[in-house]
């Protein structure tokens, strides 16, 4: 076969990775991870709907959240499949058993966007804690732009990040095992986007974690004001919610960022076949997307259980006038 038939042929050893059972029962298993994450925002869109407890920017941006992990889950199982159909069906043709990388890059930019969706939702929600707490006269009024205004930033952002690792016009091109790989020579900017990724979702965990702390505090020192103890209470269920979720979002990303670095260190040591069958199991994304609408469930039905309670306690509590001079002195003093 001429060079320009098969341009590049794949060796033994990539042939029997791309044809392995372990290979092939992962795809099987990420496959029903994503019918779970479909099933799940399906019920879970229906849930919030008939249960609207949060307010109506950080409805917008959870609603935005499933849609990221629905296209995520969606150009993840059609990347595995083709990787499936290409290991059955070429399984002695080493000229197209992998994947041209020119061929992989608009479902490469699909699986970042997804990704990068994804992480960057979770800063969205820190923002919208943070205006609802810090300007909550602002927040409350304008509750559908600030939604809306960080919606368009998140999916701005995610757009920017998808041609920043999968640039145009680049010439060298590369033969992958599957189309959620990147090529050799945009290694170092993918590592750059894992570890900014990390960072960003710790200090989106330590955003929350004092949020949790300022509306504690405010809650003590306004409890005489009903109407904006009221409005701190609900900040603080949503910082708490939120936290839940940036919480699960590093555990995924922890093992996906962290468990790749670690085998990538190792890759001289293990064997190449041990290698590839270990590190398709560390794309922990997807235990993100099919945990994600369970998640949001949990949180809607906490919030409406703490604010039923601080409904009851506001509307029931009575303070004598002497009860409440010492609870002022108290605070002030």
């Known amino acids: 076969m001429s060079e320009e038939e098969c341009p590049f042929k794949a060796s033994d050893d990539q042939i029997i990775l791309q044809t392995s059972w372990i290979l092939r029962l992962n795809i099987i298993y990420c496959t029903f991870l994503s019918i779970g994450c479909f099933v799940g925002v399906a019920y879970c869109i229906r849930f919030m709907r008939k249960h609207p407890i949060f307010s109506e920017s950080t409805a917008i941006l959870l609603y935005l959240s499933l849609a990221f992990a629905v296209f995520h889950d969606v150009a993840h199982v059609l990347s595995q499949w083709a990787v499936m159909y290409r290991s059955i069906f070429y399984a002695d043709d080493p000229c197209n058993i992998l994947f041209d990388s020119d061929d992989c890059l608009s479902l490469g930019r699909s699986i970042v966007f997804g990704i990068s969706g994804l992480i960057f939702i979770h800063s969205a929600l820190s923002l919208d804690g943070l205006l609802a707490t810090f300007t909550p006269w602002f927040y409350y009024k304008q509750q559908r732009m600030c939604g809306i205004i960080l919606a368009v930033l998140m999916i701005s952002v995610s757009i920017g990040v998808q041609f920043y690792l999968l640039p145009i016009g680049e010439s060298e091109k590369d033969y992958l095992p599957s189309c959620q790989f990147f090529r050799k020579q945009d290694a170092p900017r993918a590592n750059l986007f894992l570890i900014s990724s990390l960072v960003l979702t710790i200090i989106n965990l330590m955003v929350n974690v004092t949020l949790l702390f300022v509306n504690k505090m405010h809650s003590k020192r306004t409890r005489f004001d009903v109407e904006f103890q009221y409005q701190r209470s609900e900040a603080m269920m949503t910082s708490e919610s939120i936290s839940v ?27 190449v076949y041990l290698y590839s069958n270990l590190i398709i199991w560390v794309y922990a994304i997807s235990y993100a997307t099919v945990t994600l609408p369970l998640l949001i469930i949990f949180c809607i039905r ?32």
Do not use: C, N
């Open 245 to 271: 979720l940036v919480i699960a979002q590093i555990s995924a990303l922890g093992i996906y960022a962290g468990g790749s670095w670690l085998f990538r260190q190792a890759k001289d040591e293990i064997p």
């Open 302 to 333: 906490y919030v409406r259980r703490r604010r039923q309670r601080t409904i009851h306690h506001i509307t029931s509590h009575k303070e004598s006038q002497d009860h409440r001079m010492q609870e002022l002195r108290r605070l002030w003093g």
